[in-house]
């Protein structure tokens, strides 16, 4: 298996703009999770899903952020307008009901100048 | 809601020698699960070693093993005979067994080991 796939890997766009990142679990995972990490506030979980359905958003900053899953191989997390404070590592975690583990990914770093 | 800490931003080693990292949480949750994950300068996240809360029994995996004190509410990584490939940062996380799947994280443990 290919593991949790992101795309892009590195983001660098200008504040003002809208951001897009992308997501594609491992098959046949039915958890995806999108974690921020940054200096201050470490890693923190912004939401996840389970089978496509947004359970937990308390974790999402401000209507800015926004995250999608249409279908089970796929997600967005979408930022707009983007600000200079939204620089971070941004990964995604994909895991199996009834399994301990969550498999991230190589995460994508974001740049907003 | 479940916090962790990580006292120590930053540990070094020799090569070849033992080393601890700490992690404190805090929980009124009686069932879960506690973690160590690693992060090379790649940025991957891996998952080093787990314990089930449940569990007496501290988990180990080859070099690597925990002390799991669940009433004190202390869970510390020992690595021994430290490689130059361990060095990154370390990360403590907290799952509860029921309901929540999230991770909560630990603000992690810098480990350079030195040859």
């Known amino acids: 298996d290919a593991g949790v796939i992101q795309s892009p890997r590195h983001e660098v766009t200008e504040m003002g703009q809208e951001v897009t990142l992308r997501c594609k679990p491992i098959s046949g995972h039915d958890y995806l999770f999108w974690y921020r990490q940054t200096m201050m506030r470490g890693l923190e979980l912004l939401i996840y899903?389970?089978?496509?359905?947004?359970?937990?958003d308390s974790g999402m900053p401000e209507d800015r952020f926004s995250a999608k899953m249409p279908n089970a191989s796929f997600s967005t997390l979408k930022i707009q307008p983007s600000e200079p404070r939204d620089s971070a590592v941004y990964f995604c975690?994909?895991?199996?009901?009834?399994?301990?583990?969550?498999?991230f990914g190589p995460g994508t770093r974001l740049t907003v100048t | 809601a479940q916090t962790v800490t990580q006292s120590q931003p930053e540990m070094s080693v020799q090569e070849a020698e033992t080393v601890t990292l700490s992690c404190t949480y805090d929980?009124?949750?009686?069932?879960?699960?506690l973690f160590w994950y690693k992060q090379p300068p790649s940025r991957q996240m891996i998952l080093v070693i787990r314990q089930e809360a449940y569990k007496q029994q501290n988990a180990t995996e080859n070099r690597f093993s925990v002390n799991f004190q669940k009433a004190a509410k202390s869970f510390s990584l020992k690595i021994s005979d430290s490689q130059l490939g361990d060095a990154a940062m370390y990360f403590c996380a907290y799952r509860s067994a029921l309901g929540a799947q999230k991770l909560v994280f630990g603000q992690g443990t810098r480990l350079t080991i030195n040859p």
């Open positions: 975690a994909s895991a199996v009901q009834g399994s301990y583990e969550q498999y």
């Open positions: 899903f389970n089978n496509n359905v947004p359970i937990d």
């Open positions: 929980t009124s949750e009686s069932d879960y699960y």
